[in-house]
T-cell receptor
Framework: KQEVTQIPAALSVPEGENLVLNCSFT??????LQWFRQDPGKGLTSLLL?????REQTSGRLNASLDKSSGRSTLYIAASQPGDSATYLC??????????FGKGNQVVVIP | DTAVSQTPKYLVTQMGNDKSIKCEQN?????MYWYKQDSKKFLKIMFS???????INETVPNRFSPKSPDKAHLNLHINSLELGDSAVYFC????????????FGPGTRLTVT
């Protein structure tokens, strides 16, 4: 059974600081890994999809790395802004395109 | 021009009632999913359909019955609602089954009283 863990569960950073969010998963037999953002009371917005053959994926200020063999992914957000405040969810894609989610990193960026 | 839409957005009902949630996607995808986010914000897959065929049925009580009338629609019917069914239900879609990015709807918040 695939289990996904995200650490830390919550963090606050001052504006401008870089954010580092960690995700680990127990079974390395994954297709891909997807990072989402969820704002309070809202749906999920896909941020990045990293294919299992890739080591990293970048989109603007966001960079996600993947080390499949050790079961880890890290999401870096450069120069954080108050608008980055949200919950970030890591999900691994495996078996028939199932998504197994972590419980999220709740981020507050302090102006 | 919403990609994945769900109705209703909010649903408040009493224990024992039967209710349905509808999902539609206009992305031309062939695979649709239902996920449940519980009170602790933990998201778990419930069902998926590929080309109207049930692919994933993830140990969900049989009071929950998904129905896919066509590739663009996936509905979720819940019989005999219980307090523990209170959650946010998300619909998602993708094109294919092999590690493909999923796109989520805005969610339906179900409250059972």
């Amino acid at each position: 059974k695939q289990e996904v863990t995200q650490i830390p569960a919550a963090l606050s950073v001052p504006e401008g600081e870089n954010l580092v969010l960690n995700c680990s998963f127990t079974d390395s037999a994954i297709y891909n890994l997807q990072w989402f953002r969820q704002d309070p009371g809202k749906g999920l917005t896909s941020l990045l999809l990293i294919q299992s053959s890739q080591r990293e994926q970048t989109s603007g200020r966001l960079n996600a790395s993947l080390d499949k063999s050790s079961g880890r992914s890290t999401l870096y957000i450069a120069a954080s802004q108050p608008g980055d405040s949200a919950t970030y969810l890591c999900a691994v894609i495996y078996g028939n395109n199932r998504l197994a989610f972590g419980k999220g990193n709740q981020v507050v960026v302090i102006p | 021009d919403t990609a994945v839409s769900q109705t209703p957005k909010y649903l408040v009902t009493q224990m024992g009632n039967d209710k349905s949630i509808k999902c539609e996607q206009n992305l031309g995808h062939d695979t649709m999913y239902w996920y449940k986010q519980d009170s602790k914000k933990f998201l778990k897959i419930m069902f998926s359909y590929n080309n109207k065929e049930l692919i994933i049925n993830e140990t969900v009580p049989n009071r929950f019955s998904p129905k896919s009338p066509d590739k663009a629609h996936l509905n979720l019917h819940i019989n005999s609602l219980e307090l523990g069914d209170s959650a946010v239900y998300f619909c998602a879609s993708s094109q294919g089954l092999a590690g493909i990015e999923q796109y989520f709807g805005p969610g339906t918040r179900l409250t059972v009283t």
